[in-house]
């Protein structure tokens, strides 16, 4: 059964940063591109970036360039996004979602993880 | 950026009958290989969000044929017919047809 597992909710300080990670089982890791989409709360999704598991290569929609950093461990077939320089505006829920039924679309998604930032 | 714009429904809808939901795109979303770059998605309330429809009119597997995608190069519908609970949630549309990926606002869909 294809599967990504993301990790548990964060509470964090503002100024701080978080690593959310999503753990992908049932399927070729590295052959297909993950994803990660921010949701904040009772709003629509936003495309944070992607990254090519097999290279390590990224690509980030330019507002989150410098706030978001994607990595792979491809030993655990687990993808990592870090988030830096928490404010409230980065208070959301975020998804990993990969394509891999299909090229065309994210048609596997994570639970999500929701990250609060609070002092 | 390309902008997604969907409407609100206008009412709760009764279920056993047909809607149907909008997106429009402030580009055009087909691309020189003659597809068109369009996904619609179902966010039940506490869950994540389900590939509904991509290339804007196949379905994703597992997908009842009760949905149906059709649609131009900018503008875009999503068919349900005969309702049901289980189709209660918010209805998003995507374009993939260029970077940055963009989302429409949702359409929320309740029923009587």
């Known amino acids: 059964e294809i599967q990504l597992q993301q990790s548990g909710p964060e509470l964090v300080k503002p100024g701080a940063s978080v690593k959310v990670s999503c753990k992908a089982s049932g399927y070729a890791f590295t052959s297909y591109n993950m994803y990660w989409v921010k949701q904040s709360h009772g709003k629509s999704l936003e495309w944070i970036g992607y990254?090519?598991?097999?290279?390590?290569?990224?690509s980030y929609n330019q507002k989150f360039k410098g706030k978001a950093t994607l990595t792979v461990d491809k030993s655990s077939s687990t993808a990592y996004m870090h988030l830096n320089s928490l404010t409230s505006e980065d208070s959301a829920v975020y998804y990993c979602?990969?394509?891999?039924?299909?090229?065309?679309?994210?048609?596997?998604w994570g639970q999500g993880t929701s990250v609060t930032v609070s002092s | 950026d390309i902008v997604i714009t969907q409407d609100e429904l206008s009412n709760p809808v009764t279920s056993g009958e047909s809607v149907s939901i909008s997106c429009r795109s402030s580009k055009s979303l087909l691309y020189k290989d003659g597809k068109t770059y369009l996904n619609w998605f179902l966010q039940r309330p506490g869950q994540s969000p389900q590939l509904l429809i991509y290339l804007m009119s196949t379905r994703a597997s597992g997908v009842s044929d009760r949905f149906s995608g059709s649609g131009s190069g900018t503008d875009f519908t999503l068919e349900i017919s005969r309702v049901k609970a289980e189709d209660v949630g918010v209805y998003y549309c995507q374009q993939l047809v260029e970077y940055p990926l963009t989302f429409g606002a949702g359409t929320k869909l309740e029923l009587k």
């Open positions: 979602a990969s394509t891999i039924g299909t090229i065309y679309a994210m048609d596997y």
């Open positions: 990254i090519d598991p097999y290279n390590g290569g990224t």
